[in-house]
């Protein structure tokens, strides 16, 4: 069975862009949910997505946004970047969700922000 | 809300000698609990989790927590280290029932030969 994909793996962009990042979860996993890791401020919940819909939302600007396809695949957009936002991002996925199933994080992607 | 304090960053063990990683949470009701592990340059894996069964849970490679609600903690153990569980560990909590999980802020364990 095909682990969570993520792409792409590494980005670099400028202040002031926008990014997409995507993930596509295993097979059958209707739950995604997404991950900022950096090393100061550690592992953050930025949101999760069940069957199309936001559930959960973590304590990030509206400029970070995400949304979930029928096929379960994950994508979320940071606009305006900021030097900040420079982090591993990291997708999780899980059957019905991360407290109830066990959660699969995929490689996540690696954005650089100049 | 809930949250989690892992109360130690960084923790050094001979090979063969017991693991001990404390966490600490505080929750308005019975929580959620998880360990996850981070290996260097691969991706996060759940270690163990405790959902209001049993409050020893037996993880993976040898690991276990117990939940102690008397003294708030989930301490992560392991009898006897072996070289490849150096790694970064976190203690999680999912908050207010939700999926919302929230992470500690790690511990790194080093194990010496």
């Known amino acids: 069975k095909a682990g969570v994909t993520q792409t792409p793996r590494y980005l670099i962009k400028t202040r002031g862009q926008q990014v997409t990042l995507s993930c596509s979860p295993i097979s059958g996993h209707r739950s995604v949910s997404w991950y900022q890791q950096t090393p100061g401020q550690g592992l953050q919940f930025l949101f999760e997505?069940?069957?199309?819909?936001?559930?959960n939302k973590g304590n990030f600007p509206g400029r970070f946004s995400g949304r979930q396809f029928s096929n379960s695949r994950s994508e979320m957009n940071v606009s305006t970047l900021e030097l900040g936002d420079s982090a591993l991002y990291l997708c999780?996925?899980?059957?019905?969700?991360?407290?109830?199933?066990?959660?699969?994080f995929g490689p996540g992607t690696r954005l650089t922000v100049l | 809300a809930q949250s989690v304090t892992q109360l130690d960053s960084h923790v050094s063990v001979s090979e063969g000698t017991p693991v001990l990683l404390r966490c600490n949470y505080s929750?308005?009701?019975?929580?959620?609990l998880f360990w996850y592990v981070q290996h260097p340059n691969k991706g996060l894996q759940l270690l163990l989790k405790y959902t209001s069964a049993a409050t020893l849970v037996k993880g993976i490679n040898g690991f276990e927590a117990e939940f102690k609600k008397s003294e708030t903690s989930f301490h992560l153990t392991k009898p006897s280290a072996h070289m490849s569980d150096a790694a970064e560990y976190f203690c999680?909590?999912?908050?207010?029932?939700?999926?919302?999980?929230?992470f500690g802020k790690g511990t790194k364990l080093t194990v010496n030969p």
């Open positions: 929750s308005s009701y019975s929580p959620s």
């Open positions: 999780a996925s899980a059957l019905g969700g991360a407290r109830t199933d066990t959660q699969y």
């Open positions: 999680v909590v999912a908050q207010g029932g939700s999926e919302k999980l929230v």
């Open positions: 997505y069940f069957s199309e819909t936001q559930r």
